[in-house]
């Protein structure tokens, strides 16, 4: 048994004479802070050290075990404490927000911009005529509206909606299919009034939305989504140097497109003039109970 300390023994007299001692003289929380700091391994005096130990739980476990707890992990215990948050947390969410705008439904909006150029170039190329030029430019249109279809999907399904994508989804749309219009009546391949027609129709749809916002947001309809694919197919097949039967049947897919614009862009107004209607109702019965 020798080299066995009192205090592994267990009931040692000399223990027992030293907790009595120490109880006797030390009055009551004088010996609570005593014992606390004797639990946490400090010595008596060390002050600051050992009420911020007793403070934070955490933090004087950290000190039992013999490690130091840094000043700036004890200003963000605090600060947590107090209701506030952590020291630099604001800048890291806003580095996450940044972050989420490199998503893949931003960067396949972000494709479907820098295609524009790329299908103007082709659809010129060599006076505008070439076969292998336009199917060349008919992959690049095919591509960019194939585009379109997945990246407004893919946002809302995985959460990816963003401010960039809220505006550069539509001025994409609007830029691919307007440098084919454009191109293509143009090049005499297709009547200007159509282009006008298509166009004006987007373009001022775009607008009324923006108008009509403070009272609520005018959803897609399924015509709308209609108009888009038609017009889409009906647009690569001019892009195309189709002949025979194939020059015909996209004469009728045009038209097609040209009624549903026309159509769809008519009810978009009366959505709007409707949604505009009920707003304004809505305000002036709010501020008629809050006046009462």
């Given at each position: 048994?020798?080299g066995?300390?009192?205090?592994?023994?267990?009931?040692?007299?000399?223990a027992?004479?030293a907790a009595?001692?120490?109880?006797?003289a030390?009055?009551g929380?004088?010996a609570?802070a005593?014992a606390?700091?004797s639990?946490d391994g400090a010595?008596?005096g060390?002050g600051?050290?050992?009420?911020s130990?007793v403070?934070h739980g955490?933090?004087?476990?950290?000190?039992a075990?013999?490690?130091?707890?840094?000043a700036?992990d004890?200003?963000?215990?605090?600060?947590q404490?107090?209701g506030?948050?952590p020291?630099?947390?604001?800048i890291?969410a806003?580095?996450?927000?940044q972050?989420?705008v490199?998503?893949?439904?931003?960067?396949?909006t972000?494709?479907?911009l820098?295609l524009?150029?790329?299908?103007?170039a082709?659809m010129l190329?060599?006076g505008?005529?070439d076969?292998?030029?336009r199917?060349?430019?008919?992959?690049a249109?095919?591509?960019?509206m194939i585009?379109?279809?997945?990246d407004?999907?893919?946002?809302?399904?995985?959460n990816l909606?963003?401010d960039?994508?809220k505006i550069?989804?539509?001025?994409?749309?609007k830029a691919?299919?307007?440098a084919a219009?454009i191109c293509?009546?143009?090049?005499?391949?297709l009547?200007w009034?159509?282009t006008g027609?298509i166009?004006?129709?987007?373009?001022?749809i775009?607008?009324l939305?923006?108008?009509?916002?403070?009272y609520?947001v005018?959803?897609?309809s399924?015509?709308?989504?209609?108009?888009?694919l038609?017009?889409?197919?009906a647009?690569?097949?001019?892009?195309l140097?189709?002949?025979g039967w194939l020059?015909?049947?996209?004469?009728?897919?045009?038209a097609?497109?040209?009624?549903?614009?026309?159509?769809?862009?008519?009810d978009?107004v009366?959505q709007?003039i409707?949604?505009?209607r009920q707003?304004?109702?809505?305000r002036?019965?709010a501020?008629e109970e809050k006046?009462?």
């Amino acid at each position: 048994m020798t080299g066995v300390p009192a205090s592994a023994a267990g009931g040692s007299s000399g223990a027992r004479r030293a907790a009595a001692s120490a109880s006797t003289a030390v009055p009551g929380k004088v010996a609570g802070a005593t014992a606390a700091r004797s639990a946490d391994g400090a010595a008596p005096g060390t002050g600051p050290g050992a009420s911020s130990g007793v403070r934070h739980g955490g933090t004087a476990g950290a000190a039992a075990g013999g490690e130091a707890v840094p000043a700036e992990d004890a200003a963000g215990l605090d600060a947590q404490d107090d209701g506030k948050p952590p020291r630099g947390a604001k800048i890291a969410a806003a580095a996450v927000n940044q972050a989420s705008v490199w998503n893949i439904a931003n960067l396949l909006t972000m494709l479907r911009l820098v295609l524009v150029p790329a299908f103007v170039a082709l659809m010129l190329a060599d006076g505008g005529y070439d076969p292998a030029w336009r199917s060349l430019a008919w992959a690049a249109f095919a591509v960019a509206m194939i585009t379109d279809l997945f990246d407004g999907h893919l946002a809302r399904t995985y959460n990816l909606v963003t401010d960039f994508g809220k505006i550069a989804d539509p001025i994409a749309d609007k830029a691919i299919m307007g440098a084919a219009l454009i191109c293509l009546s143009a090049l005499g391949d297709l009547p200007w009034w159509v282009t006008g027609i298509i166009l004006g129709r987007e373009l001022g749809i775009t607008l009324l939305r923006f108008l009509v916002i403070r009272y609520g947001v005018i959803p897609a309809s399924r015509g709308g989504k209609l108009k888009t694919l038609i017009q889409g197919v009906a647009v690569g097949m001019y892009v195309l140097a189709l002949t025979g039967w194939l020059a015909t049947l996209r004469w009728w897919v045009m038209a097609a497109a040209v009624v549903l614009t026309v159509v769809t862009g008519l009810d978009y107004v009366k959505q709007a003039i409707v949604l505009r209607r009920q707003g304004i109702a809505e305000r002036k019965a709010a501020l008629e109970e809050k006046e009462a």
